[in-house]
């Protein structure tokens, strides 16, 4: 009998992916996908909390379902940006074994046409778009959370904390992940929630309103000896 053919495998990240990327992949591609929306609402309890206190992490919902619900950020993006991940054949079995553990808590799998970021793809030979798996918490999986206060997620975050660390720190990772994709990648649902979150820790510190949005906890300018923190000031 004939063996199946095993193709590269397109891999789209839009969480933790961004930053920690999957074993094995020969290229990385900043771009998006379309569809969906991305929001804070799905329970980690095996990441970014624990099955008795569970955290919050990202996944995607249908648009089209979003749009029936009620969301405090009642706007969002068309697109949704992230990296996609190539996966050489020869590695595609050991890959998708290591992510269906490392990120299996309730997410499917579906596939979704990826379109490559226009800076990116100035320079490099591409398909267009790239049919990519994406890991997708449907709202019927255990974990989905649904629609939540914004002010009350950014608490809860702030509490949170798991195997991987604080969730804190997974919300910080990908506004800041984000924002170094390029132009247009900024997504406010994670950068107003990372603000929230950068504030309660401020008023936690007795520190309410000073450097919340630059140099507070969790920003990518953390204090350090003062030379350094003058020049970072100061450029
Ligand atoms: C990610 O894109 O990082 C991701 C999101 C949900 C499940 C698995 C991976």
């Given amino acids: 009998m004939a063996s199946e053919m095993v193709e590269d495998l397109w891999l789209f990240g839009y ?25 804070f609402w799905q329970a ?27 969301d405090q950020h009642s706007d969002a993006p068309p697109t949704t940006w992230g990296a996609a991940y ?4 020869r590695h595609v079995a050991e890959v998708r074994e290591y992510l269906d553990i490392r990120e299996i808590n309730g997410y499917s799998i579906q596939y979704t046409p990826f379109h490559v970021s226009k800076t990116y793809a100035a320079s490099h030979e ?31 975050i702030v509490k949170s904390r798991g195997p991987s660390g ?13 924002i170094e994709l390029g132009e247009g ?29 630059s140099h507070g906890p969790g920003s990518r300018l953390q204090r350090v000896g003062s030379t350094d923190e003058q020049e970072e000031i100061e450029k």
């Fill in 44 to 70: 980690s309890e095996d990441h970014r909390g624990t099955p008795e206190a569970p955290g919050r992490v990202v996944t995607l919902i249908d648009r089209s379902h979003w749009e029936t619900l009620t």
């Fill in 126 to 156: 591409l398909p267009a778009p790239i049919d990519c798996l994406v890991y997708v918490g449907l709202p019927d999986n255990p974990q989905f959370m649904g629609p939540q206060d914004l002010q009350g997620l950014a608490e809860h």
């Fill in 185 to 213: 990648s900024e997504d406010e649902h994670v950068h107003d929630l990372a603000r929230r979150c950068r504030e309660v820790e401020s008023r936690a510190c007795g520190n309410i309103g000073k450097q919340a949005d």
């Fill in 166 to 178: 604080e969730n804190k720190d997974y919300l910080y990772g990908l506004d800041q992940a984000l």
């Fill in 86 to 89: 190539r996966i050489p054949a």
């Fill in 15 to 39: 969480g933790s992916l961004i930053w920690k990327p999957p074993p094995h992949f020969d290229l990385r591609v900043p771009g998006y996908v379309e569809g969906y929306v991305r929001r």
